[in-house]
């Protein structure tokens, strides 16, 4: 199994410029998760969705940041317009129905200029 | 908010063990204490998990006092690949895992 994947693995952008990360999780998982890292704040859960429904988006910064799951397969994150305080990396993480472990990508390090 | 704490920092020399302590007083009596690490630019790694009995797995042992109020997540010959972040987390049913600040783990030769 590739495990979940992200794309892209960096991203450079300037301030207002509109950003999407990608996620693909572990086929056969039926919850997806978006965390963003920081020095300042650690790593903090955005959203998660279980069977492609989002389900709690309350860690969402503000409207500027969206997220769409499609289909069991596919996630996105969407950052528009960006902005220099976005910047971090950004983790996608997948579980199945048990024992309820999630599994991280490798993260997107965005850089807001 | 996380229901756990930790040591910020701890030091250990390579092949000997590493113990790391996290305290979850507050641990109700269904819910579980899961250990994730993360190595420096990687995603998080489950380590292992427990309810009230001692796990061990090919990564570490777990070792959860008899109350649940604290464990201690044990790697029995630390090496250098095991320098990362270690998190404790109380986790029972919910879909959020809340990450605190971690013990950083540095291991020397």
């Known amino acids: 199994d590739a495990g979940v994947i992200q794309s892209p693995r960096h991203e450079v952008t300037e301030m207002g410029q509109e950003v999407t990360l990608r996620c693909k999780p572990i086929s056969g998982h039926n919850s997806l998760f978006w965390y963003r890292q920081t020095m300042m704040r650690g790593l903090e859960l955005l959203i998660y969705?279980?069977?492609?429904?989002?389900?709690?988006d309350s860690g969402m910064p503000e409207d500027r940041f969206s997220a769409k799951m499609p289909n069991a397969s596919f996630s996105t994150l969407k950052i528009q317009p960006s902005e220099p305080r976005d910047s971090a990396v950004y983790f996608c993480?997948?579980?199945?129905?048990?024992?309820?472990?999630?599994?991280f990508g490798p993260g997107t390090r965005l850089t807001v200029t | 908010d996380a229901k756990t704490t930790q040591p910020t920092s701890m030091d250990c020399a390579e092949g000997r063990a590493a113990n790391l302590p996290c305290n979850h007083s507050t641990i109700s009596g269904n819910e579980y204490v899961y250990w994730y690490r993360q190595i420096h630019s990687q995603g998080p790694q489950y380590i292992i998990h427990g309810l009230k009995n001692n796990e061990t797995n090919e990564m570490a042992s777990l070792i959860i006092t008899e109350d649940r109020k604290s464990s201690t997540l044990i790697l029995p010959h630390a090496t250098l690949r095991d320098t990362a972040v270690y998190y404790c987390?109380?986790?029972?049913?919910?879909?959020?895992?809340?990450f605190g600040t971690g013990t950083r783990l540095q291991v020397f030769p």
């Open positions: 969705f279980n069977n492609n429904v989002p389900i709690d």
């Open positions: 993480a997948s579980r199945g129905r048990a024992p309820y472990e999630q599994y």
């Open positions: 987390i109380v986790w029972f049913n919910t879909d959020k895992l809340i």
